[in-house]
């Protein structure tokens, strides 16, 4: 027994500092050694210089990472990925091949992960390419990448990505923030979509979803909107790009690209051919602009904009609240605007507005703004499902003047209401109207009923 | 050589192992190996007396402080870097799987070994007198346990650590009166958050640490002073031998008198507490019984120890201790769940938020610590006492299914969904 007991304690013993071995060689072989070890013999294969051949054969293998705070992130991937920046290796097999086109996102400064998705941190190819279990954000697929650029250009055009701007323009034209919330602004009926990106990093199930709610998501209350494959792609992307994460000041100045085309539509919203002409076409009140960025340095047209008064005191021109991104746009628009250009601007002009015009235009801005048509559409129709509710259907407005006073409507507006039942036994109905005043101003609540009374249709007396 | 020699001497200062008198002295003189006896009866080296689990267990803590004491190195104890440093461990730092799956493997285990010792105990009917108290102690060395390992939860900061510690300080919360106060004071907030992983970290670190080492030793220092363990039940039967020598229980033989004949005789501390000369200690039958603890108790523990230790090996080498995404306050996971070992408890609250969260697990902790001085049965036969083993048996199981429950059969909401039906959509 004593032997016996003697010698289990020996055996147990070995086994034990068996395990310790076979623990470190577990840890002592990871993949990415492999990885490194491939890439110098790959370096090594072209290099004439026998004593430097062995030098690269002998490099010691390390982690290489790239430490980006102002993201909040550390990034791994060069660990095996290392020739991402090395131009010779434009032909290599993956994972060491160059990355070409990367232009001012260097990856020193911007990592990997920012775009590609993925675990930074993760130093083996499953973790690393996020394809496991908890983690949120897996690599994307090469159709969904440009997504990306929405994180850091959150307004604007983004060169090349025509799909970030049409998704952000449907967002805010289709009704989206009646039902959801984004970056605090929106209803209550979906879900926030504040950070969507970064918790349903799914682009399949999204794109699927967009174009029929039903069908990815039971029971969803969603309107199917019958977009085309191109505008459920364009949404996609747009959810894709919306991640609260705090960025560094670094990251986050370049919200906007300062490109012409933006600097074009910032002509037009702020109307500055009601004053300046092109080449002496437009108003005369101010200066021609043809050629302007090129009489005055970038700093002087920059102090122009900021604060008129200062560069010429008694300047009748109103200092505009641009940000520096987006006067860096206007410049870039000035630099190449034509004749031809403000002619083109000028003739979508349409007549000068009344103030009763301006207000029941703004109404309906807030009707599309903050999603209202989103159920009782566009051209104020209705007719979005709603089962179980009277009708069936989301009511029309063309005719609610026949049944409520204005004050009633605002009162609705403002509290918002279940919708009366079908079968007072059935199930609640998805929609209902949700109670806008925590969002609202009063100003815009009778606004928008302004613009519902400018809209209403009278219903012959004797239909029946 | 000699030197050498003289060095080793100069450290062990003892006989050869070959003498009884070096065998003794071993232990004797050795302040790590003294809480032994220098011989122990045969009986208490049984395994299916004992099953070793109080061994089992220390050496459970011993990996713990040494694993702990390592990991704390790579850890910092706020959010997010608590994750970030989760993540290293797993693809930075060398052998840090490892290292993190033998400190959670270690965690669980010891939580359950410390309860199926607890029943081992109870069932040998060792919670009696003189024990009673050594019981008590027994209690919070469960209940630390339980601390030690509801506060580590926290610490890795994932989805899972959070929520099970948001639920888990939930259920303290339904405590009437002082429940709101007490979580407050745990969390330092309202919710689950950066002041919380620090308290967590330090009560995980240092306080009940220290407290269990102080119970631990006031542990250890009564079984010893109690003679040993229990006698095994079924030594029961046979004659009761010489009794035992029981320092601090009241002496069953008259104490000690000044006799003409002992007048001009000097007495030992030891005899003076004991109540009896020391040489009449031991009888011959016992002697018969009992075995130099070098080597036969040692080489016993040191059996039970490689096996805990290779055991703990075998599953970090195979499983890695789990890691969810990072903790994320504005994200429930439905279900939430508590640890499993208080997936009982949360099944109650389940039921009843007053009744399940407050009075029972408080009866229970109460029933636990009174069980030694409610049960007046002087005998620890089986046979004798069959309403406290049904009653044990009951409390046992009744725990197990709750646990089970919880962890197995619960689903999205808490809905009852068993565990081989597959919820759909419920991850979504």
């Known amino acids: ?464 | 050589m000699n030197l050498f020699r003289e060095i080793w001497q100069s450290i062990v200062r003892r006989d050869p192992l070959s003498t009884d008198k070096g065998k003794s002295e071993l232990v004797f003189l050795n302040v790590w190996l003294h809480i032994h006896p220098a011989k122990v009866k045969k009986e208490h080296m049984k395994f299916r007396h004992s099953f070793y689990l109080g061994f089992v267990t220390f050496f459970l803590f011993l990996i713990l402080v040494t694993t702990g004491i390592v990991l704390m190195v790579y850890y910092r104890p706020f959010p997010p870097q608590a994750y970030q440093d989760m993540k290293d461990l797993e693809f930075v730092v060398f052998m840090g799987p490892f290292l993190r799956g033998m400190h959670r493997w270690a965690a669980h285990g010891m939580v359950v070994c410390v309860f199926l010792h607890m029943c081992r105990v109870f069932y040998t009917g060792s919670y009696k007198k003189p024990r009673q108290f050594n019981w008590v102690i027994g209690v919070f060395l469960l209940l630390l346990t339980l601390g030690l390992s509801f506060t580590g939860y926290l610490l890795p900061w994932d989805q899972l650590a959070y929520w099970a510690i948001t639920v888990g300080s939930n259920i303290g919360s339904y405590a009437p009166l002082v429940g709101g106060q007490l979580r407050e004071w745990l969390l330092g907030g309202h919710t689950v958050g950066e002041a919380a992983l620090v308290r967590f970290y330090v009560l995980h670190v240092a306080v009940l640490p220290a407290a269990m080492i102080l119970f631990t030793i006031v542990h250890f220092w009564r079984v010893r002073k109690d003679g040993g363990l229990s006698r095994p039940i079924w030594k029961l039967a046979a004659p009761k031998p010489a009794p035992l020598v029981t320092i601090g229980a009241p002496a069953e033989v008259a104490p000690l008198k000044a006799s003409a004949a002992s007048s001009t005789k000097t007495y030992g501390l030891m005899e003076v507490v004991t109540g009896k000369p020391i040489f009449e200690t031991i009888s011959p039958e016992e002697e018969e019984d009992t075995v130099f603890s070098y080597p036969y108790a040692f080489v016993r523990e040191a059996v039970a120890l490689m096996i805990t230790v290779t055991g703990i090996m075998m599953m970090s080498l195979f499983f890695h201790a789990p890691l969810e995404e990072l903790a994320n306050p504005a994200k429930t996971p439905n279900p939430a769940k508590a640890p499993w070992y208080f997936l009982g408890l949360q099944e109650l609250v389940s039921h009843s938020a007053m009744l399940g969260g407050v009075v029972a697990p408080a009866l229970m902790v109460i029933a636990l610590l009174a069980i030694p001085y409610i049960d007046r049965n002087p005998s620890r036969r089986p046979s004798d006492r069959k309403w406290a083993i049904w009653l044990f048996t009951l409390f046992v199981v009744i725990n197990l299914v709750l646990i089970v429950v919880g962890t197995f059969f619960r689903g999205p909401g808490w809905a009852l969904v068993p565990p081989w039906v597959h919820v759909v959509g419920g991850a979504e």
């Open chain 1, 1 to 464: 027994m004593e032997r016996r007991l003697q010698q289990t304690f020996f055996a147990l013993s070995l086994l034990a500092l068996a395990l310790i071995v076979a623990a470190a060689w577990q840890a002592n072989t990871p993949s990415w050694k492999t990885y490194q070890h491939n890439y110098h013999q790959l370096e090594a294969q072209g290099e004439p210089n026998a004593i430097t051949k062995a030098a690269v054969l002998a490099t010691p293998p390390e982690i290489h990472q790239f430490m980006l705070t102002g993201l909040q992130r550390v990034d791994r991937c060069t660990t095996c990925h290392l020739g991402v920046e090395d131009p010779t290796m434009k032909n290599a097999p993956e994972p060491f091949r160059y990355h070409a086109n990367l232009g001012p996102h260097i990856p020193s400064k911007f990592g990997c992960t920012i775009c590609h998705g993925g675990q930074g941190l993760a130093t083996d190819v499953n973790g690393a390419h996020g394809k496991v279990d908890f983690w949120p954000n897996p690599l994307l697929s090469k159709d969904y990448i440009r997504a990306s650029c929405g994180r850091c250009h959150k307004e604007g055009e983004v060169p090349d990505v025509p799909e970030l701007t049409e998704g952000r323009h449907l967002f805010e034209t289709q009704g989206c923030r009646g039902c959801h919330k984004l970056n605090g602004v929106g209803g209550s009926i979906g879900p926030d979509l504040t950070g969507e990106g970064a918790n349903r990093r799914a682009p399949d199930w999204l794109e699927r979803h967009f174009l029929t709610p039903s069908a990815v998501s039971t029971g969803s209350a969603m309107p199917n909107f019958h977009f085309t494959k191109e505008q459920a792609r364009a949404l996609t992307y747009y959810m894709l790009s919306l991640t609260s994460e705090e960025m560094g000041s670094y990251y986050s100045s370049v919200r906007l690209i300062p490109g012409p085309e933006y600097g074009r539509q910032l002509f037009v919203e702020k109307n500055c051919i009601a004053c300046h002409n092109i080449g002496g076409v437009g108003a005369k009140t101010g200066p021609d602009l043809a050629g302007v960025t090129k009489a005055h340095s970038a700093e002087w047209l920059d102090e122009q904009l900021v604060n008129p008064e200062l560069v010429y005191p008694g300047s009748s021109m109103p200092a505009y609240d641009l940000e520096a991104n987006a006067r860096k746009a206007l410049l870039a628009f000035l630099s190449t605007a034509t004749a031809e250009d403000a002619q083109l601007i000028l003739s979508r002009k349409t007549r000068a507005l009344t103030p009763e015009d301006v207000a029941i235009e703004a109404g309906r801005q807030d009707f599309a703004r903050f999603g209202c048509v989103g159920c009782h559409g566009t051209e104020l129709q209705g007719g979005v499902p709603n089962p179980n509710a009277q009708g069936g259907e989301v009511p029309s407005l063309l005719h609610v003047s026949d049944d409520y006073t204005k004050d009633e409507v605002i009162a609705l507006i403002r509290n918002g209401r279940a919708p009366p039942l079908d079968d007072a036994k059935g199930p609640t109905p998805p929609l209902y109207m949700p109670a806008w005043k925590t969002v609202l101003s009063d100003e815009d609540i009778h606004r928008i009923a302004d613009y519902l009374w400018s809209k209403q249709q009278k219903k012959a007396k004797d239909a029946w």
